[in-house]
Antibody, heavy 121, light 111 residues
Framework: QVQLVQSGAEVKKPGSSVKVSCKASGGTASRYAISWVRQARGHGLEWMGGIIPIFDTIDYAQKFKGRVTLTADESTSTAYMELSSLRSEDTAVYYC??????????????WGQGTMVTVSS | QSVLTQPPSVSGAPGQRVTISCAGSSSSIGAGYDVHWYQHLPGTAPKLLIYGNNIRPSGVPDRFSGSKSGTSASLVITGLQAEDEADYYCQSYDRSLSGVVFGGGTILTVL
């Protein structure tokens, strides 16, 4: 059974960047499609973008274009999400999730445990 | 404001049936994109409940069912149980936004 294990909690200053990792066990990240979703306290789920390494395609939510970068390292079966120019509103739990099929609009059937990112001066 | 519209909250007594709606548009659900549903408990990762509009993953009780018609979709939960108390989200794709969209979420309270 595939599992996604994310990196630990982060505390960042406003204006800095954060990079969250998502390691797939039981397979290789390059054969998966991975979406990144966040949830700020008191808010709902928000899609940030998705990456399909085997097709070399990346899709970003319009809201995050220019601020988020998604990458994948096939050699370590790890996907990464980097968010720059952090502000307090970016304080949230960030999730990676495996898409059921190789398309951005597919269902998210396996989720990482979430990574809390706190942006505070 | 979410592209997909869900009621903020629904409630029901144990054993009852509840319906959670998810209203989209001609560029999302109405364009033929599938709808997926998730159950989210505080402090845990969301769980896929329904995918492809009406398909239950292995392990999801048949008390949960989904449907889609026109520009909207619904999640129906029958035989409500206390453990069903959670937040529920619908998800689809919007071609005008060229991206995945979620509903705002619905809090289910079991009375």
């Amino acid at each position: 059974q595939v599992q996604l294990v994310q990196s630990g909690a982060e505390v960042k200053k406003p204006g800095s960047s954060v990079k969250v990792s998502c390691k797939a066990s039981g397979g290789t990240a390059s054969r998966y499609a991975i979406s990144w979703v966040r949830q700020a306290r008191g808010h709902g789920l928000e899609w940030m973008g998705g990456i399909i390494p085997i097709f070399d395609t990346i899709d970003y939510a319009q809201k995050f274009k220019g601020r988020v970068t998604l990458t994948a390292d096939e050699s370590t079966s790890t996907a990464y999400m980097e968010l720059s120019s952090l502000r307090s509103e970016d304080t949230a739990v960030y999730y990676c999730a495996k898409i059921l099929d190789l398309s951005h609009e597919g269902a998210l059937h396996i989720w990482g445990q979430g990574t809390m990112v706190t942006v505070s001066s | 404001q979410s592209v997909l519209t869900q009621p903020p909250s629904v409630s029901g007594a144990p054993g009852q049936r509840v319906t959670i709606s998810c209203a989209g548009s001609s560029s999302s659900i109405g364009a033929g994109y599938d709808v997926h549903w998730y159950q989210h408990l505080p402090g845990t990762a969301p769980k896929l409940l329904i995918y492809g509009n009406n398909i239950r993953p292995s392990g999801v009780p048949d008390r949960f069912s989904g449907s889609k018609s026109g520009t909207s979709a619904s999640l129906v939960i029958t035989g409500l149980q206390a453990e069903d108390e959670a937040d529920y989200y619908c998800q689809s794709y919007d071609r005008s936004l060229s991206g995945v969209v979620f509903g705002g979420g619905t809090i289910l309270t079991v009375l």
